[in-house]
């Protein structure tokens, strides 16, 4: 177990050095992971002060090294961080070879006072905390330069610098949020959607139908209100599409003799894949079970949510890169998995997605009723054109964004009452407020703390729904309060169909003895999440398949992940990441946003909202509902709302 010798991470000090090893705190104590591909972390300074763990760490040259990075990252908008930063490494440089006296150590502390205090962005006002710190607490170090037997500089120390800012950190993909917003404010939209395409091809399909976490980590909501992130990302890729932008990304296709990838589903995940090894050079082939691409996307969520064409655009990018879409292909039904090695590929990433519904336990909905249809189902055959015979009152029961989606496509089909029951009260609801709050504006009847017990039938047609009421007890083991039925509160609604939206499942149809995946107790396929590499040498899996009904970004995040290790093990037969996915992760452990951290703002400009079509409007079809942004010049002014929270970070291994 590491043991801290000294700490002052985030303003809380834990001075462990007159302690004995075994007495010392554990490093995990502070939620820092204690190793960093596969070595073990002798310190980390950074943004929120220095974390040691071995004490024979020369801590004046890794601050040295550090402020040498810190260089490389400043924008040089305010002079005291650009000179201030060069004129701190110049003068640590200067201790560390022999030359430095006491006024150095003097000047280090004024000059790192006055960059915290004077700076225009956090990481100017962050990145003289480690060095404050260690002026007041290690000042033997610093002296111990300044004499005749000082030490020799170094000590085999190996420096990992990572960049990052509360937004990107929250991002499940880490997009480098901070830089495609500095692009916006400079107007370069081909650049801000040119950051974007590094991580995925679907940029305008997340500035759609993303749940944002980057936004909960922004700096500006203790104050005001988060930056538009979501809508800045859409702003970047529709004015990259309607000026063509796209026709400038065209990397060369792989050569004929590529080595092949195989992907099962054109979902999210599986698209994300396919791209990212394809511009690898691979020759990738996706094996899609329905006749379209985009999986959940395409046949999960309405089009007045994400538009048709802007999903179609980006389902084309990916193809122009080469890759292959066989549609009407079920691996495991079509053709067995195995086969696929036979067809001499050199991997495969399985993301087939959660397409079949969860039961509800409620009796009755096993027996095959007129009008009882699941919520993957409905919303299957809708997005598919395939006509959908509801009536005029509907019950969905649900309080995700699956839910959401059935209770608001319902309404534009023409259904008269559209009830929505949900177990929990509304703050407990796991869909997007957004969501919830178009739903309820579109006339969706709510019924909280509310559960079917069993559906009612005449004639083998739906004829109503029976339901309890429930009030919620003690936490579950998901944190939330667990709900609990009011004996002898039973009542009816009266429906004509019943769409349960309460979770989705896996079909595992491909799953065999001599495939050698295996199956988890939750109904997902089992990986090493490091590399998302399963049991079987050269199998990979990623997005809801792995993560369960997770984000489109959290699947994105994952065929990242699966793409690089993909691509490590064609080339060495070992699955692996590379050293930027690696400080990804351990920056995600350690955390980056802290509200009680966060800088104080200048000025308090309010967050642009889009506009959305008047509800009397959009219940009468499937056009658009959210606008997004128009102009340049209102994108613009968002943008810089951004403070530039960016924190440096320094892993000594």
């Not at 599986?270 to 379209?292: D, F, H």
């Not at 064609?570 to 351990?586: D, L, Y």
């Not at 452990?589 to 506009?611: D, F, N, Q, S």
Request: glycine share 10%; proline share 5%; hydrophobic share 40%.
């Amino acid at each position: 177990m590491s043991k801290v010798f000294f700490s002052s991470w985030n303003g809380k000090l834990n001075d462990e050095r007159n302690k004995n090893l075994e007495e010392r705190m554990d490093l995990q104590d502070l939620e820092v992971p204690p190793q960093l591909d596969n070595q073990d972390l002798k310190a980390f300074i950074g943004w929120a002060g220095m974390i040691v763990v071995d004490p024979e760490v020369d801590i004046v040259v890794a601050l040295k090294e550090y402020y040498q990075n810190m260089q490389n990252e400043s924008c040089g908008r305010c002079i005291p961080c650009r000179a201030g930063s060069k004129v701190i490494a110049d003068r640590l440089e200067k201790i560390t070879s022999g030359k430095g006296s006491k006024e150095d150590l003097a000047f280090l502390k004024e000059i790192s006072g006055l960059i915290k205090e004077s700076s225009l962005c956090e990481l100017g006002m962050s990145s003289p905390v480690p060095l404050l710190d260690a002026l007041e607490y290690f000042e033997a170090n610093f002296n111990a330069y300044l004499n005749e037997d000082r030490p020799a500089a170094g000590n085999g120390l190996v420096f990992r610098p990572m960049l990052t800012a509360p937004c990107r950190n929250g991002c499940p993909a880490h997009i480098n949020i901070p830089r495609y917003i500095e692009c916006i404010k400079e107007g370069d939209y081909e650049g801000a959607l040119a950051v974007n395409r590094e991580k995925t091809p679907l940029v305008g399909t997340l500035g759609r139908v993303c749940v944002h976490p980057c936004e909960s980590n922004c700096n500006r909501q203790p104050f005001d209100q988060s930056l538009s992130i979501r809508l800045l990302k859409r702003f970047a890729a529709d004015f990259g599409a309607k000026n063509g932008y796209d026709e400038n990304y065209r990397p060369a296709k792989p050569a004929p003799d590529a080595d092949k990838v195989a992907v099962i589903g054109a979902g999210p995940a599986g698209l994300n894949c396919a791209y990212q090894l394809a511009q690898k050079g691979y020759a990738v082939t996706i094996y899609e079970s329905l006749p379209v691409a985009g999986g959940m996307l395409a046949v999960g969520i309405p089009s007045y949510r994400l538009p048709r064409d802007i999903l179609n655009a980006e389902v084309g990018l990916v193809e122009s890169l080469g890759v292959e879409i066989k549609y009407n292909t079920e691996i495991g039904v079509d053709m067995p998995m195995e086969q696929l090695w036979d067809e001499g590929f050199k991997a495969i990433f399985v993301a087939n997605g959660l397409h079949d519904s969860a039961t509800m336990g409620c009796k009755g909905e096993d027996a095959g009723y007129a009008g009882y249809m699941p919520g993957v189902e409905y919303l299957r055959k809708m997005n598919l054109g395939e006509k959908v015979d509801l009536g005029e009152k509907i019950a969905v029961i649900g309080g995700g964004n699956v839910a959401m989606d059935c209770a608001r496509s319902a309404l534009r089909l023409g259904v008269k009452e559209v009830h929505l029951i949900y177990r929990r009260s509304r703050a407990e609801m796991p869909a997007n407020e957004a969501e919830v709050d178009a739903a309820e504006e579109e006339g969706v009847i709510f019924h909280m703390l509310a559960n079917p017990t069993c559906i009612l039938e005449e004639g083998s047609c739906v004829s109503g729904l029976q339901c309890i009421k429930m009030r919620l007890g003690e936490p579950d083991e998901s944190g939330r309060r667990r709900p609990e039925p009011i004996e002898g509160s039973e009542h009816v609604l009266e429906v004509d169909t019943v769409i349960p939206a309460i979770g989705q499942v896996a079909d595992f149809c491909y799953v065999t003895p001599e495939c050698g995946l295996e199956v988890t107790r939750k109904g997902t396929l089992n990986v090493n999440p490091e590399t998302m590499e399963t049991d079987t040498p050269g199998v990979f899996a990623g997005g809801d398949v792995v993560l369960g009904a997770a984000t489109v970004i959290e699947a994105i995040a994952s065929a990242n992940r699966a793409a690089e290790a993909i691509d490590n093990y064609i080339r060495t037969g070992k699955s692996g990441v590379g050293e930027q996915a690696v400080n990804e992760q351990h920056i995600e452990k350690i955390g980056v946003y802290k509200e009680e951290l966060a800088p104080e703002m200048i000025g308090g400009r309010t967050r642009l909202e889009e506009e959305a079509m008047p509800v009397n409007e959009r219940i009468h079809g499937f056009d658009e509902a959210e606008l997004g942004f128009k102009y340049p010049c209102e994108v613009v002014n968002e943008a810089e709302r951004c403070i530039k929270c960016l924190r440096l970070g320094m892993a000594i291994l």
